[in-house]
Structure formats: structure tokens, C-alpha cells
Nanobody, 127 residues
Framework: QVQLVESGGGLVQAGGSLRLSCAAS????????MGWFRQAPGKEREFVAA????????YYADSAKGRFTISRVNAKNTVYLQMNSLKPEDTAVYYC????????????????????WGQGTQVTVSS
């Protein structure tokens, strides 16, 4: 099993940046593919970005491409989401998620395919 704790959320003005971190417990972190999702009030949880356990493949929602970067440092058991050029529509609770092994094209964007979730961190972007 793995436990996930997100941090780094906060209030930022439009155009600003934040870096979210997700710290994972356990010695097998490097064997997990990791995803970032977000959920705004009244909306479904939506995919933001994912990085495979190999670290070599990353995937982004269209809304995140060119602005967000997902990365991982296995030695620190941590995955990051660097968010630049933030917009008010990025306001949401951001969650990290973990799933053992590699995830296929139809899986990494589906929250139902992840077994482990953090508690979330609030990101608020003011206009």
C-alpha cells in the first residue's frame, strides 16, 4: 500500500504559479504510476496529468498542456505538479493518485483506475 499527502496549494492571482507536491509513503513508490486530478465545486473529478512509473512518459489534459508540468523524484518518494499561467478556472481541490505499474492509454485519465488517493489540496486562482 501507499499513502499520499499533497501540499503546496493556496491562493494565487491569475497568471501566477504554484507547485504542488505529493509525498508518498512506502519503499515501492518507484513502481507506481502517478496522476493529478482536480475537482471544482459541483463538478466531477477531472484528469490533469499523469506520469508513468518509469518516469519516461507523461500525459496531460488539454487544459494543462503548455502550462503544467508533472515530474517525480523517486529518491524522495514525491511527485510534483508545476502550474504556471494559472487561470481562475483552475480553481479546484487537487488530488494526487497512485496505481501500481504501467497504465494504458485508456486508463491514466480515468480516476476509477487509481487505487490510492491523497486528501487533496485547495488551489484558488483570483481574477
Amino acid at each position: 500500500q501507499v499513502q499520499l499527502v499533497e501540499s503546496g496549494g493556496g491562493l494565487v492571482q491569475a497568471g501566477g504559479s504554484l507547485r504542488l507536491s505529493c509525498a508518498a509513503s512506502g519503499r515501492t513508490f518507484r513502481q507506481y504510476s502517478m496522476g493529478w486530478f482536480r475537482q471544482a465545486p459541483g463538478k466531477e473529478r477531472e484528469f490533469v496529468a499523469a506520469i508513468m512509473w518509469t518516469g519516461g512518459s507523461t500525459y496531460y489534459a488539454d487544459s494543462a498542456k503548455g502550462r503544467f508540468t508533472i515530474s517525480r523524484v523517486n529518491a524522495k518518494n514525491t511527485v510534483y505538479l508545476q502550474m504556471n499561467s494559472l487561470k481562475p478556472e483552475d480553481t479546484a481541490v487537487y488530488y494526487c493518485a497512485a496505481e501500481p505499474g504501467y497504465m494504458g492509454y485508456s486508463d491514466y485519465g480515468d480516476p476509477n483506475e487509481y487505487d490510492y488517493w491523497g486528501q487533496g489540496t485547495q488551489v484558488t486562482v483570483s481574477s
